[in-house]
């Protein structure tokens, strides 16, 4: 089975500081990864994704995460933080042949603040 | 077009009613997804149509009724439900089994 850890739930940040957002999965077979945003009241929208190829994966508003096969990890950075990226956000994996099911991570609540 | 469309954006409703919510897709995805979620917790997958075909129910309780009328519909009917229901139901949708889903808005369901 697979399982996803967010290893902190919450991080506070100030404006234009870089951020690092950290999840570790498990798994015995290769997984799909995604990073999710969820903004107050708002449906969550795919920040990046890594499917296959370069480890380095870049996604919208400069984000960007590296998938790291022997340390089984794929964190989230963001070189300069603004005060619109506080939201929740979601590290899951998928596996092939699963019927595209979604392992999510519990989340990890990013607060920039002024 | 990456959109998913989801209605009603709010939904209040009683113990013995009837009430069904919608999901719409026009990106050619053949798979499709409902998800609920609690406050503070990561979305929880209650089904999965493959192919308009129900191909995973995680054991959701039979007062949700889901539907696929047709590759870009996905209906989700409620009937009886219980106050602790209330939350905010998601749809999603992914070109395939395990490819990227992309999410609508989502309900906010209260079951009151």
């Known amino acids: 089975a697979q399982s996803v850890t967010q290893l902190d739930s919450q991080v506070p940040v100030f404006e234009e500081a870089p951020v690092e957002l950290r999840c570790n999965y498990s798994s015995s077979v290769s997984v799909y990864l995604f990073w999710y945003v969820q903004y107050p009241n708002q449906g969550l929208q795919l920040l990046l994704k890594?499917?296959?190829?370069?480890?380095l994966v870049k996604g919208i508003n400069g984000f960007e995460a590296e998938f790291n096969k022997s340390q089984t990890s794929f964190h989230l950075r963001k070189p300069s933080v603004h005060i619109s990226d506080t939201a929740e956000y979601f590290c899951?994996?998928?596996?092939?042949?699963?019927?595209?099911?979604?392992?999510f991570g519990q989340g990890t609540e990013l607060s920039v603040k002024p | 077009d990456t959109e998913v469309t989801q209605t009603p954006k709010h939904l209040v409703m009683g113990m013995t009613n009837k009430k069904s919510l919608k999901c719409e897709q026009h990106m050619g995805h053949r798979a499709m997804y409902w998800y609920k979620q609690k406050a503070k917790k990561p979305p929880e997958l209650m089904f999965v149509y493959s192919y308009e075909k129900l191909s995973i129910n995680e054991s959701v309780p039979s007062r949700f009724s889901p539907e696929c009328p047709n590759s870009s519909l996905l209906n989700l009917h409620l009937h009886a439900l219980q106050p602790e229901d209330s939350a905010l139901y998601l749809c999603?949708?992914?070109?395939?089994?395990?490819?990227?889903?992309?999410f609508g808005p989502g309900t906010r369901l209260t079951v009151t």
């Open positions: 890594y499917l296959s190829g370069s480890t």
């Open positions: 999603a949708s992914a070109l395939q089994g395990a490819y990227e889903q992309y």
């Open positions: 899951a994996v998928s596996v092939r042949n699963q019927g595209g099911k979604l392992i």
